[in-house]
């Protein structure tokens, strides 16, 4: 019978039809080791990221006991709590909810920041049966009396060692402060440090333990590659690639939002449709530019790595390291985009001068050296840094004076968004060259050469110019910049066939188990 694994978990009827609304055949590991547990009212501990089914293995038993149990909703209060670090997470989490209890008369509400309050606290008022919050909209709400936190059974702490990244970890205390001692607690975290440790046993009670790392083995199923190009480079070769590539769908990271501003602006002027997210974007703005990804509209995201481990787009082609990340965890997040692709994913990486310290750090965690394309138009191109260029720096001098002012005046001032505590701008930037001093008159891109890229399957040709006609890496090397024009023909990324998520999950998760 279709269903059988499922059932054999013991799902109730209602939820096994929105499992089978949904297309899912069987559970994937974490669903099998945790629903049984969890449905008899156990505490639970789990290892595991997302891409896993990690949210339905929490959010079924979760329906399933609300809708069971004979309590009622109450004004303002919420039977259960999950608290996520980003509004992005909370709101996929809340759609999960939203699909998999569709056969249930449950009631939701989600809280995040970035957005009014009144809609939430209108949300709120008859009472929820799931209540889905970031940490400090949550707290905000609880202080201007619109949550009550006092009557939750059950409550789910998701990517815990991110709320510990990202500083929210005194708020995370305060919520189990003002929660009831009667409940059923679970603690998802992707790592253990020794904080999240301390706080799981301090709040769980004899959990069960599930273990499911789905990082290394997806990292083994994306294609990676290494571009050596310098800083002022960097913005061209991206548009060479995307349009060089097949890239169908991509992720662009960038370390900075004022770089990923920038290179969202590039992709227009070459053609290239992209939207841009990262934390100075309001939550309309990001939820509309992250509908118009997953519908295909722009086939390009570029964002900090505010989106490195929330995003949940099938489809992702390629992922770009436009900048190495200061943490080499926050790589294998970031290529993790595409392992939904399984083995189609591919993840670019360029690296330039003042970021090969970055660069070995990833080596390290990898266990292996990233494949190195040799061959490209902007290879050994050292172009003078522009006006542009040289404000930028001034920008990134200035971000990081402040952060480092902030850092000193106050000790929660962590790393916005999941990046390194200290701030995404605490990274060692680049420092633009003299004017002048570092141009090399004379040296060309290779000539049509053969893109090669080592250990990898070859790239096609390396063409000077772009799509939009545009020469490039011609002249001098300052001129391996083209200029941008606004009438570029729009790229049409490539047909990709859809993927099949559960296999990609099965494949992913099924190793390990
Ligand atoms: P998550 O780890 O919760 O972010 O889930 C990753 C993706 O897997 C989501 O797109 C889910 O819809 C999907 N998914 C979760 N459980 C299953 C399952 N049992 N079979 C197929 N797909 C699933």
Request: with cysteine; proline share 7%.
């Amino acid at each position: 019978m279709l269903h059988s694994e499922f059932e054999s978990l013991g799902l109730m009827p209602a939820c096994l039809e929105a499992l089978r609304h949904e297309g899912y055949e069987k559970p994937t590991p974490i669903q099998s080791a945790s629903i049984p547990s969890l449905l008899a009212g156990r505490d639970l501990l789990g290892c595991a990221q997302t891409g896993t089914g990690k949210t339905a293995a929490f959010a079924l038993p979760t329906i399933q006991r609300l809708t069971t149990a004979a309590n009622k909703r109450q004004p303002r209060k919420a039977r259960s709590l999950v608290v996520a670090p980003t509004r992005e997470l909370a709101i996929q989490i809340d759609a999960s909810f939203a699909a998999y209890g569709r056969k249930t008369e449950l009631k939701r509400a989600c809280v995040y920041g970035g957005v009014g309050k009144v809609p939430q606290i209108k949300a709120m008022e008859r009472g929820v049966d799931v209540l889905v919050a970031t940490p400090g909209r949550l707290l905000d709400l609880k202080n201007d009396g619109a949550i009550d936190l006092s009557a939750v059974e059950i409550v789910v702490f998701d990517e815990a060692d991110r709320m510990l990244d990202m500083g929210f970890i005194h708020d995370v205390r305060k919520i189990i402060a003002l929660l009831p001692p009667k409940r059923q607690t679970l603690l998802f975290s992707a790592t253990m440090p020794a904080e999240i440790e301390s706080l799981a046993r301090s709040l769980l009670d004899n959990p069960v333990r599930v273990d499911i790392e789905p990082e290394k083995p997806a990292v083994e199923l994306i294609a990676q590659s290494l571009y050596y190009v310098e800083k002022g480079c960097k913005r061209d070769l991206l548009v060479h690639l995307i349009k060089e590539l097949g890239v169908s769908r991509a992720v662009v990271f960038s370390r900075t939002k004022h770089g990923a501003d920038r290179i969202a602006k590039t992709l227009h002027l070459a053609g290239i449709p992209a939207g841009v997210i990262h934390a100075n974007k309001g939550q309309g703005n990001r939820t509309k530019t992250m509908d118009a990804f997953r519908a295909g509209e722009t086939p390009v995201l570029v964002a900090t790595d505010l989106a490195a481990r929330g995003i949940d787009v099938d489809d992702i082609s390629h992922v770009f390291n436009f900048d190495m990340p200061t943490e080499p965890e926050t790589y294998v997040h970031r290529i993790g985009r595409t392992a939904r692709a399984g083995a189609s994913g591919s993840a670019v990486s360029f690296c330039d001068t003042e970021e090969k310290r970055l660069l070995k750090q990833v080596e390290r965690l990898l266990g292996t050296a990233i494949p190195v394309v040799k061959q490209h138009p902007y290879a050994g191109v050292k172009p003078a840094p522009t006006e542009e260029d040289l404000r930028d720096a001034m920008f990134e001098a200035r971000s990081k004076e402040r952060m480092r002012a902030r850092g000193q005046g106050r000790g929660r001032q962590g790393s916005p968004l999941g990046a390194p505590r200290g701030g995404q701008a605490q990274s060692p930037r680049q420092q633009p060259a003299p004017a002048g001093g570092q141009r090399r008159d004379g040296r060309q891109p290779p000539r049509g050469g053969q893109a090669r890229q080592d250990g990898q399957r070859g790239r096609g040709q390396p063409d000077r110019r772009d799509g939009s006609g545009n020469r490039q890496g011609q002249g001098s090397p300052a001129s391996a910049r083209p200029a941008p024009r606004r009438d570029a023909p729009r790229y049409e990324p490539p047909a990709r066939s859809s993927r099949d998520v559960r296999s990609v999950i099965d494949e992913i998760t099924g190793r390990r188990s």
